[in-house]
Each structure stands twice: as structure tokens, then as C-alpha cells.
């Protein structure tokens, strides 16, 4: 299994920034792309960014150009880097990760969610 914890959420002013951290633990094999989606009032989550292990990255258009994803290998750790926030990015934002896992019988991959943490921008 695969621990996700996402930490740096909060209430910022439009046009303020914030960092989000998701750290990954657990019987780790090792962790594929890792990402972050967000689900606002009354709607269904969408993708937000997502980044491999080569670093290679994508965003949704809603974002590009004013947040940036990045990773530590070494540490299992992803961040979103939030720009010149709107309060339509008003959301819960969750990270998420496709790893693998040691099991008793051998490796396993699956998807691993966090619990979520609030992002609220104010007008």
C-alpha cells in the first residue's frame, strides 16, 4: 500500500500563490507518474497537472502558465507550485500516484489517492 499526504493548502487572496506537497510511503517499488486533481463545490473532479518519473509533465488548460508540477525522486514527494490564483481554482486538491508496490506474493501496481486538502482564493 501507498501512503499520500498533501500538506500546503489555504486561504489566499486572487493573485496570490501557494505550494502544495504530497509526500508518498509506504512498500513503495517504486512510483510512475504522479499528479494532482481537484474537485470544487457541486463538481466532479478534473485533472490538474501530472508529472512522470522522467519529469516529463502535462497540465490542464485551465492552469498553464501559472502552475508549475515538479517531483523528488528521492524523497516520493510531488508539488504543485499555484501562481496568480483565480477563485475558480477554489477546489479541494488531491494527489495521486501509479506505483508499485511490494506485496507478499510479488509486485503489484495501482493508484493511490490523498485525502484531499482545501485551496480556497478569495475575490
Known amino acids: 500500500q501507498v501512503q499520500l499526504v498533501e500538506s500546503g493548502g489555504g486561504l489566499v487572496q486572487a493573485g496570490g500563490s501557494l505550494r502544495l506537497s504530497c509526500a508518498a510511503s509506504?512498500?513503495?517499488?517504486?512510483?510512475?507518474?504522479m499528479g494532482w486533481y481537484r474537485q470544487a463545490p457541486g463538481k466532479q473532479r478534473e485533472f490538474v497537472a501530472a508529472?512522470?518519473?522522467?519529469?516529463?509533465?502535462n497540465y490542464a488548460d485551465s492552469v498553464k502558465g501559472r502552475f508549475t508540477i515538479s517531483r523528488d525522486n528521492a524523497k516520493n514527494t510531488v508539488y504543485l507550485q499555484m501562481n496568480s490564483l483565480k477563485p475558480e481554482d477554489t477546489a479541494v486538491y488531491y494527489c495521486?500516484?501509479?506505483?508499485?508496490?511490494?506485496?507478499?506474493?510479488?509486485?503489484?501496481?495501482?493508484?493511490?489517492w490523498g485525502q484531499g486538502t482545501q485551496v480556497t482564493v478569495s475575490s
Open positions: 495521486n500516484a501509479d506505483a508499485t508496490t511490494t506485496q507478499a506474493m510479488g509486485i503489484r501496481r495501482s493508484n493511490y
Open positions: 509506504g512498500s513503495i517499488f517504486s512510483i510512475h507518474a
Open positions: 508529472i512522470t518519473s522522467g519529469g516529463r509533465t
